[in-house]
């Protein structure tokens, strides 16, 4: 009796020291089976050399499994306006944040803030991913919006989609865009500091893996099409050639960029700041990309966008990262990589210009 007041209190305000797993639940429906990619020596050698770089932490050289997408339907479940994290039980899913080690990395789950409790009828969803999406694309395009794929896709009766007031401007447009031929479904908006006790909801399962831009072909075409149609994509536009800079970032800059701008502005390549831009411009850039060249950073985010192109994307040694490369691989785009110095503290590194050009050479004027 102790015990279960003591978690009572703690739950009361906002903080939650104990998971579980939906994975066996009776609700869980399997939309599509796992399957594995297969990858040329090439792409093997790379994968290696990531894995290496993380020591290992995540290895896909020996091989990328696509996991199974599902819905689980739950009941008397609630939902945590200040971290979109889902409680049943008194425990967190582990499946509404991602994987285990997400509880680990962040405070988002176990922060004492006290959570209003509001009662609601109906029948609803939620992809928020907090604090990780809370303004990255990356995480929007490739955590949050797939899975509402499955919602949409998978789901005929009425369902109110949970989201937050307070989402960048782009994520409300692109939300917008997804919903828009789903009459059955509506958004409703907590708040960070509520805590909504629901009696029906459908879970979806996450879809990309950690590290990862790969979408599967139907997933990802779905989503590309609703950002074209609804940002209106220009269709039959000329093709560029894309330079994204990153320096006006706080990290991952490359420190020689003045040595490489002369080199690639001689192949026709514009420089690109995205920052400076408004997603609806971003989408119809990318789009327009024959060829990008790029920094690893969220920027490449918008290669989902693109129409298709080729891309060479540079790393720090110490840090080698596959979500583009994965993306790439769903998408059938041709993906080279060039290796650096090892990053410092701020992960900034130089990138051999020589190689660049050898590069350059080998796709012409």
């Not at 015990?3 to 998971?19: N, P």
């Not at 995480?139 to 005929?156: A, G, I, K, M, S």
Request: aromatic share 12%.
């Amino acid at each position: 009796m102790l015990k279960k007041a003591f978690f009572g209190v703690l739950h009361a305000l906002g903080y939650y020291s104990r998971y579980t797993s939906v994975l066996h639940h009776p609700g869980k429906r399997v939309l599509s089976p796992s399957y594995v990619l297969d990858f040329n020596d090439a792409e093997k050698t790379f994968l290696e050399d990531s894995a290496r770089s993380f020591n290992y932490a995540i290895d896909y050289s020996m091989g990328y499994r696509q996991k199974e997408q599902s819905l689980v339907r739950l009941q008397q479940v609630e939902v945590l306006g200040n971290s979109g994290a889902l409680v049943l039980d008194g425990k967190i899913v582990v499946e509404s944040v991602g994987e285990v080690s997400r509880l680990a990395k962040s405070d988002a789950f176990k922060e004492v803030s006290l959570l209003l409790p509001k009662r609601k009828a109906g029948r609803y969803t939620s992809v928020l991913y907090l604090p990780w999406a809370d303004h990255n694309n990356f995480h929007w395009f490739f955590d949050c919006l797939p899975r509402l794929y499955l919602v949409l896709e998978h789901t005929q009766e009425p369902i109110k989609v949970i989201m937050r007031r307070d989402m960048a401007p782009y994520q409300l447009q692109t939300l917008a865009f997804v919903l828009k031929d789903y009459p059955h479904a509506e958004v409703v908006f907590i708040d960070k500091r509520e805590k909504w006790q629901v009696g029906k909801f459908v879970l979806p399962s996450f879809i990309a893996n950690a590290q990862s831009g790969y979408l599967p072909r139907d997933v990802a075409d779905w989503l590309r099409h609703k950002v074209w149609q609804g940002y209106g994509v220009q269709q039959g536009s000329r093709r560029r050639r894309l330079y994204i800079s990153r320096a006006n970032a706080k990290t991952r800059r490359v420190l020689n960029e003045q040595d490489l701008l002369p080199l690639i502005t001689r192949y026709g390549f514009e420089v690109v700041r995205a920052e400076e831009l408004t997603y609806q411009q971003q989408v119809q850039l990318f789009f327009e990309a024959e060829t990008v060249i790029a920094p690893h950073g969220a920027g490449l985010t918008n290669l989902l966008f693109s129409e298709h192109c080729q891309v060479l994307e540079f790393h720090p040694a110490n840090l080698i990262k596959t979500h583009y490369f994965l993306l790439c691989k769903a998408l059938d785009f041709r993906y080279s990589a060039m290796v650096g110095t090892a990053g410092d503290k701020l992960e900034n590194y130089t990138i051999p210009v020589q190689e660049v050009d050898l590069w350059l050479n080998g796709i012409g004027v």
